[in-house]
């Protein structure tokens, strides 16, 4: 029983120790300008406030802190130039690597991001790699697989660019082409069988919800029997229930949706509930001048907002941008007349996944419906707000 006592108490120690200690980050980043900003952003599936922040200098970095068990973070450069997954766990963690110039986008000639990061001192930083290496073998699997089939992708590009549906039917009749379709299926059929296996082998733990997250582009009602699959543990867990959030959404209709404050234009702070006040019905628009989705629809919500405006229909523009410049010149571009705003922390209080995403409220901020587009936008407002 002392024996006993004896180990508890040393467990207890150790468990008090790893508390008080948390994690002690330091990086060191070669080619890294002084003041670059960087942060440490926790994984979520959709835009989230950094938990810190801090700049380099001299090349180097540190965050300090403590998690409850191993976590997933986004290691963020700058102005969410680029970023690396790292798990997090009370230790003593260094990063190693360096800071490259790359093309930009979204109207920037260049950009800087990472490149040969090195993570030593996490176990489960060690662990997430191993996992995660199964996705960079299929995707050279990928890309091998459309390099030789890329005579057949390349007829197939023309004739859709001709719009000739004869052509089309021509080339998609081809024996290359069915070969192409065949190795395409396989290809499909080997990625479930991979991912499957990854499952399998962390369903006891949170390991297997975290894997679905990073391995899955989106979660879809397709992947609940391997989620449904899993330990009681591994469901109930942290990631377990950031997965059952995007396999079983809630129905929020009726639910209000949170307030805002952000900045106009002219410097002047508006909230949700002055831009609604005066409105009946109201179409929040995330979207992104680079998502070309977005652009496409934009004409349709255009035609709407003319039809519609007189009866009391808004939208309130909420652009996801992290070029501010790229965000002004496709407002000007489009012609967009309704209230315009680029706040990034807006779409993190929404928990916006993706651009677009639209929520349709009435003028008390209750949700009407979500993601309505094109024929489905004109055919609930003609049923708000008559023809």
Known sequence: MVKVAYILLIALFVSCQQSDTGYKLNGELTGAEDGTKIALVPYAMYDIKPEAETIIESGEFSFNGEVPEPREYYLVLGNKEDYYRIMIENASIKVKGKV??????????????FSEIEVTGSKSNDYLYSQLA?????????????????????????????????????VMSLPRYLEFREADK?????????????????KETYWG??????????????????????????????????????????????????????????????SLDDLIKDKKIILI????????????????VKANYEK???????????????????????????NLEWPNFNDLDISALYKVKSVPTTYLIDNKGQLIAEDVRGEELGKKLEELLGN
């Open 186 to 202: 396989k290809f499909i059929a080997t990625v479930e069988q991979r991912f499957n296996y990854v499952f399998d082998a962390n």
């Open 134 to 170: 199964v996705r960079d073998e299929l995707d050279k699997t990928y890309q091998a697989l459309h390099k030789d089939f890329a005579d057949v992708q390349a007829l197939l590009a023309k004739a859709s660019a001709s719009k000739n549906q004869a052509v089309i039917d021509s």
């Open 285 to 300: 628009d995330f979207w992104a001048s680079w998502c070309a989705p977005c652009r496409k629809e934009l004409p349709n």
């Open 100 to 113: 490259v110039k790359r093309p930009g986008r979204d109207g920037v000639s260049e950009t800087s991001g």
């Open 209 to 270: 919800p975290l894997m679905m997250l990073n391995l899955y582009s989106y979660l879809t009602p397709d992947a609940r029997p391997t989620f449904e699959g899993m330990s009681e543990e591994a469901r109930e867990s942290y990631y377990g229930k950031m997965v059952a959030e995007g396999l079983y959404p809630a129905n929020r209709t009726g639910e209000k949706v949170p307030d805002f404050t952000t900045t106009d234009a002219s410097g002047k702070e508006v």
């Open 308 to 334: 519609y405006a007189a009866k009391g229909f808004e939208v309130i523009g909420l652009s996801i941008d992290t070029n501010p410049k790229a965000w002004e010149k496709a407002v000007t571009d489009e």
